[in-house]
């Protein structure tokens, strides 16, 4: 699993909770503890895809900033079930 974190705005979370469809843009990810930086080659974009609530997919997808429009890297780093014993609510 991608040992990444998202933060969540309450609208957001009651509709993955009630099963909608959504896709959210993180804030970037570096392969190493370090605050992530777009200029870094290494930075990548994770895209949160949420579909169906808690039990249900969840698929993260890590994209290359440098990359052209029909040239980008994609790169899925997680793509199973959104497991309730990884959710930190607060």
Do not use: C
């Not at 440098?66 to 959104?82: F, G, S, V």
Request: hydrophobic share 30%; proline share 6%; aromatic share 12%.
């Amino acid at each position: 699993m991608l040992h990444q974190r998202l933060d969540l705005d309450a609208e957001t979370w009651l509709a993955i909770k009630n099963g909608a469809h959504v896709t959210v843009k993180g804030q970037g990810y570096l392969g190493y503890e370090q605050s992530p930086d777009p200029d870094d080659p290494d930075f990548v974009w994770d895209y949160w895809e949420f579909s169906g609530g808690i039990g249900h997919r969840l698929r993260v997808t890590l994209v290359s900033p440098p990359a052209q429009d029909e040239d980008y890297e994609l790169e899925d780093a997680y793509d199973d079930m959104l497991h309730k014993r990884d959710i930190q609510e607060y």
